[in-house]
């Protein structure tokens, strides 16, 4: 249970990612903002509360996997990272551009605290279940968390995935779905409706719950649920809004990757910090 003083932290800290992933896309003028906006939640919790790292040795054996699936929200990954300390701020401004370090795709090879390459929805579902049973076969506590978006649901491997987790019994694998409700170019329920989700895993075995994924005292004690289970994954299914924090984009559909323009970014910062200095209590 998070007392009131840590929960305005992880507030704190969530506004920052999405201050810092909005400035991050303007830096190159486009890029995937609506999928990054909405797991900023659920990343302030991981890395401010429930995750185990090591910012100046992002190789530490003793970490716990964080894998994006939906690795088109690199930027909201890499602004968590650099609030961390993984790497200098000052890298955010160099996304996308040749030769940086920070692709818009989260990539293992090239960005400290980035634990699998995603891009290729599906993929990375398959890697975290593999990276949890070779831990789980060398009795290691490592955990591994997983973020799938709610049109990545689409892809069949995810599927394989849940099959495959449930039979190995991975409790040390944590899965999130960002059900922001939209994918590239429609809601879900137009493109290939999901039903529900929190049902469909749980027929295959898993420990399933369902939270508002915005607010961090829910997402934080369903993590605390999920942690404690024995001999079953888990997933929380995240009710988000694409986009969340900056009304211009919030729910809509041309919000999946969009230009940033200086005005954009000055609109987004105004209404981030006005919500940032709403949330009180000490300023960390
Ligand atoms: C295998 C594969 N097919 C297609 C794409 C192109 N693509 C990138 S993002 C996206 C939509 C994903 O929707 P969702 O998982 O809901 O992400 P979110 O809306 O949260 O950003 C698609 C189809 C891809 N990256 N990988």
């Known amino acids: 249970m998070l007392t009131g003083q840590k929960a305005r932290e992880l507030l ?3 506004k920052c990612i999405q201050m810092e992933t909005v400035r991050t896309i303007a830096s190159i003028g486009v890029g995937h903002v609506g999928g990054a906006l909405s797991i900023a939640d659920v990343l302030a919790v991981l890395y401010g509360n429930q995750m185990r790292y090591r910012p ?3 190789d530490w054996d003793g970490r716990d996997w964080l894998v994006v699936s939906k690795g088109h929200a690199g930027p909201a990954v890499y602004a968590a990272l650099a ?7 000052e890298l955010l401004q160099t996304l996308n551009r040749l030769g940086t370090r920070l692709p818009s795709h989260c990539d ?5 605290g980035i634990d699998i390459t995603t891009g290729s929805l599906g993929q990375g579902a398959s890697a975290a279940a593999g990276a949890a049973l ?7 506590e490592n955990r591994v968390f ?3 978006g709610d049109g990545e649901l689409d892809e069949g491997q995810v599927w394989e995935m849940a099959l495959f987790a449930a039979h190995w019994k991975l409790s040390n694998l944590i899965a999130f779905v960002d059900n922001n409700h939209l994918q590239i170019d429609g809601t879900t329920e137009e493109v290939c409706a999901l ?7 749980r027929s295959f075995g898993w420990y399933a719950q369902s939270v508002d994924g915005h607010d961090v005292q829910a997402i934080d004690r369903a993590v605390d649920a999920a942690k404690a289970q024995a001999g079953r994954p888990s997933v929380i299914v995240l009710d988000t809004v694409k986009g969340h924090g900056w009304s211009a984009v919030a729910g809509k559909v041309g919000g999946h ?3 940033i323009s200086f005005a954009d970014l000055k609109d987004a910062l105004a209404e981030m910090q006005q919500a940032l200095d709403a949330i009180g209590g000490e300023t960390v």
């Open 83 to 89: 609030l961390k300390g993984f790497f200098p701020m």
């Open 108 to 112: 293992h090879r090239l960005t400290p």
């Open 195 to 201: 039903g529900d989700i929190t049902e469909k895993f």
């Open 257 to 259: 990757s969009r230009n």
């Open 134 to 140: 070779a831990l789980q076969m060398d009795g290691k």
């Open 12 to 14: 704190q800290f969530s």
């Open 56 to 58: 100046e040795c992002p």
């Open 146 to 148: 997983l973020i799938l």
